[in-house]
């Protein structure tokens, strides 16, 4: 393992996380989105490294082969991020519907979007710094941010993910430069609008990963498992073939991962056959449940995914992310995400 981005898993079934992890108390308040920072200045800033190396610790003991930073140097998957660019204003809010599903307050595109310096650069050279295990960093993806504000300036939904898509971009090059394995973009809103991801959200997020030789992964999901995204699941019925729409275009992209939920949804496993040939970040831990899996239970979604997928392309993850959980509750479901792939590999001879 060289840790300088070419960085390859000998691993079969090798374990990951989609993003967050639960912070430590002493930093932010535990179980909500959003939670504002315990602490200030100096003490902030070794707080967060302080809480990026548990991370990074807890991940390693507990068996997770691509290590993540748990998104513990950041407030929110979406909002830290648009907070570094210019354009936006976040005293003057509105008020817009997040995915089509619930009400929020948002920061508003005031003049053109730019990004002054690297935003998570400093956080992953550090967390590069903590391990040499492959690193994979999350950032979201070029729909799922412009779905999160109101735009005065733009007023095209397409102009603004265009330049969202160029930013993060030179976000990416640099976490590349830096040392990061895997690149993954969240793009949750891929499950919402398709009709749009379509005419141009596809083609954003090709214009992100441009140029990029570390490998670029996309997640797309249901959502934590919060109150306003487990109502809406209770609407979608018996079978979730939301991913029929955007798999197909994936699979012809240049996108190496897709990353998708699959534990206890009523996602239909046949599904991953769409992306046949692209790597398959499973998702075999639910978010939206605190009762922590059995290896068992893992085991047999890794076992009914592997019919439609490679065992060598096989990536066994969580659904979501796991920031509202109890952390006691997601560290232990990453033992179970472990102990399920074991099993696995095992079985496969490996
Ligand atoms: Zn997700």
Known sequence: ????????????LPTSI?????????????????????????????????????????????????????????QHFVTTFIEHLDGVDFENRETVRIRDRYDASVPTVVGAVSRPKPVFVDDA??????????????????????????????????????????????EARELEAAGVDIIQFDEPAFNVFFDEMKDWGIAALERAVEGLSAE?????????????????????????????????????????IISLESHHSHVPMDLIELIRGKKVMLGAIDVASEQVETPEEVADTLRRALEFVDAELLIASSNCGMAPLPRHVALDKLSALSAGARLVREELGA
Not at 1 to 12: F, H, P, R, V
Not at 125 to 137: A, E, G, N, S, V
Not at 216 to 240: D, R, S
């Open 1 to 12: 393992m060289t840790g300088t981005g070419s960085t390859t898993l000998e691993t079969l």
């Open 18 to 74: 989609v993003g967050s992890l639960p912070k430590p108390a002493w930093l932010a308040r535990p179980e909500v989105l959003w939670s504002p920072w315990e602490l200030q200045g100096d003490a902030l800033v070794e707080g967060k490294h302080d809480a990026l190396r548990a991370a990074v610790h807890e991940q390693r003991r507990r068996g997770i082969d691509i290590v993540s930073d748990g998104e513990q140097t950041r």
């Open 125 to 170: 050279t550090f967390l590069r710094q903590q391990t040499d295990q492959p690193i994979k960093w999350a950032l979201p993806g070029p729909m799922t941010m412009i779905d999160t504000l109101a735009d005065r300036h733009y007023r095209s939904r397409e102009k603004l993910a265009w330049e969202f898509a160029t930013i993060l971009n030179q």
């Open 216 to 256: 670029t992964a996309v997640h797309i999901c249901y959502g934590y498992g919060i109150k306003a995204n487990n109502e809406w699941k209770a609407t979608l019925g018996a079978e979730w073939r939301q991913y029929e729409e955007s798999f197909p275009l994936l699979q012809r992209s240049s996108v190496d």
